[in-house]
């Protein structure tokens, strides 16, 4: 599998998908985003990633949003069809992913890039990031799935208020929001998610696909979270993951989870 728009890489545990249209200040055009499904997909699918990083090439940005050149001639039902599908192959993918994905926000975040990181289960961001929905100084609403995580994550009013007045914040408003978990020089970024991403894997990735499942069940109409909770509970009484885990508790030893 090559890609054109993106670059991808294993290295112990950890795959990096990176956005790769740094002229473009790595904006979202309709092949980057069928790469980024492709991409996402191969990791999920593969047994050894148990962690992905996304992050864009550059000092200057993550994503400048959606390529804006691309859709300004667009009708009703074409505007529909890009939220659609790109909520569909992307944004709602991405989080609903059983592997954990991380956002490293390197620069500009806007737009479509906002909801990428968003997307991404947490985010950790450089302190020269910039983060908004400027959607509106277009004449169009964030359409990837924004204007529902944004509120979820910075509360209702901060984000009606980052949504009208089409503003950016730095990184540390982002860190006082909680949009973003951490915050360090630039330079830091990728070292600071490393040491994160390894503490993940220590974990069981199994039971970690099943947590991400029933947190996200709080965020669905129609769901209850609680009985999804109960559900994913039970279901990790099955596992090897499981067995290896309480076994090695009382056997007061480290786990080593198979992953199964
Ligand atoms: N879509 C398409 N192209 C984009 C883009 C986007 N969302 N964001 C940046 N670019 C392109 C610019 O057109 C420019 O291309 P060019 O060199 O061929 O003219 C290049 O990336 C560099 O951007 P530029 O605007 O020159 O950089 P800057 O440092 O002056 O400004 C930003 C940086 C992020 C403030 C500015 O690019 C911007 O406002 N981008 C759009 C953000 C936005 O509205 N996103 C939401 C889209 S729904």
Known sequence: MSFDNITYQYDNGITTITIDR???LNALNRDTIQELHEAFKKAEDDFNTKVIIITGNGEKAFVAGADISEFAGYSVVQGEQ????????????VAHLSTPVI??????????????????????????????LPEVSLGVIPGYGG????????GKGRAMEMIMTAGMIDAN??????????????HELLALCEKIAVKIMRNSSVAIGKAIKAINANYKDGKDGYK??????????????????????????????PGK
């Open 103 to 132: 956002a490293v926000v390197n620069g500009f975040a806007l737009g479509g890039g906002l909801e990428l990181a968003m997307a991404a289960h947490f985010r950790i961001a450089s302190d020269n990031a910039k983060m908004g």
């Open 228 to 257: 999804v909770e109960i559900r994913q509970f039970g279901k990790c009484f099955d596992t090897e993951d499981f067995t290896e885990g309480t076994t090695a508790f009382l056997e007061k030893r480290q786990a080593v989870f």
């Open 82 to 93: 890009l939220a659609a599908k790109g909520q569909a192959k992307l944004f709602d993918f």
């Open 22 to 24: 740094p002229k473009k």
């Open 173 to 186: 408003q982002a860190l006082s929001y909680g949009l973003v978990n951490h915050m360090v020089e630039q």
């Open 147 to 154: 204007t529902q995580r944004l509120p979820q994550l910075v």
